[in-house]
């Protein structure tokens, strides 16, 4: 099989194409941000290969602030031939030589591509595999958008949603994150600049925020730890759905495999599916850092 790298210009017809959730709503939605410009610190690169009767997907974003990022997705859930993946990963590095460069990028998909090709790129360039933070995916399907539209939630006295966030607003936001590191937070900033966001506040600190990648997936939630279980997570990632739904796209999000009672939550949830195999199995969702040396 061959890849090729789709053009700028012809980026509308390929998001018709991608229109395959959930399998493409990672691919999907990088390229929806870039068509519409949603987000001006990222530039998104896509490339499409077929092999048999199904297809693979690479979209790579060149960030300002932070590492890239590499999706990889494809129609299929799953692929016999490790060597015809193998060939697929060495296509792209043809015809893409800008990614080896990089001393490092984050590669994001199922675990049957994104695990391959941290192999393939530790065998490459003779280095060891990088770790991987494994999670599980979840969508809302069309009547649980719905759903989301409708919920409202009386919040506790003294709580209110606010729009508005100063720079110590960002800063606060950004330094509850366990993954900032450099940039992480001119990335946050802009992030709540430009994308969709939902933040909780009392006596005018944000105390339960939650924010939207560019790729489409909700990141970061988090309530302060003084003013949890009183359903304020809930609230906002249920105002942030709500506001992506609304600019009619699919809110969806992963949960890392250690965080026990957020799965349990996320799958007894009415206002969630999560993405699973054709035998009922959850399908595993990987964050895998890449180093080069």
């Known amino acids: 099989m061959s890849l090729k790298k789709i053009s700028s210009e012809n980026f509308k017809c390929f998001l018709e194409k991608v229109n395959q959730f959930p399998n493409l709503l990672t691919i999907h939605h990088s390229i929806d941000t870039e068509i519409r410009g949603l987000f001006p610190c990222s530039t998104h690169y896509a490339f499409e290969g077929k092999w048999e009767n199904e297809t693979i997907y690479f979209v790579y974003r060149k960030n300002i602030y932070v590492t890239p990022f590499l999706f990889i997705a494809s129609t299929a859930n799953s692929m016999k031939s490790i060597d015809e993946l193998e060939k697929i990963f060495q296509n792209f590095f043809d015809i893409f030589p800008e990614i080896k460069e990089e001393s490092t990028f984050i590669t994001i998909g199922i675990a049957f591509l994104t695990s391959t090709f941290n192999n393939w790129y530790a065998k490459y360039f003779n280095k060891e595999s990088c770790l991987e933070y494994?999670?599980?995916l979840y969508?809302?399907?069309e009547k649980q958008k719905v759903k989301a539209k409708n919920f409202y939630f009386p919040l506790p006295k003294g709580y209110y949603f606010d729009e508005n966030i100063s720079d110590n607003d960002s800063l606060i936001i950004n330094s509850t994150w366990k993954h900032a590191k450099k940039g992480d937070y001119e990335q946050t900033r802009a992030k709540l600049k430009y994308l969709p966001f939902a933040c909780i506040k009392y006596k005018g600190e944000p105390v339960s925020f939650e924010m939207n990648d560019p790729s489409g997936?909700?990141?970061?939630?988090?309530?302060i730890e003084e003013h949890r279980r009183k359903g304020l997570g809930l609230a906002v990632e249920l105002e942030l759905s709500k506001k992506i739904a609304n600019i009619e796209r699919t809110p969806?999000?992963?949960v890392e495999?250690?965080?026990?009672?957020?799965?349990?939550?996320?799958n007894n949830s009415q206002y969630w599916t999560r993405w699973d195999d054709e035998d009922g199995n959850p399908v595993e969702f990987l964050f895998i850092p890449i180093f080069k040396n």
Do not use: G, I, P
């Open 139 to 141: 969508y809302m399907n």
């Open 257 to 266: 495999l250690f965080n026990k009672s957020v799965l349990e939550n996320s």
């Open 134 to 136: 494994q999670t599980y």
């Open 217 to 223: 997936f909700l990141n970061h939630q988090f309530t």
């Open 252 to 254: 969806y999000k992963t």
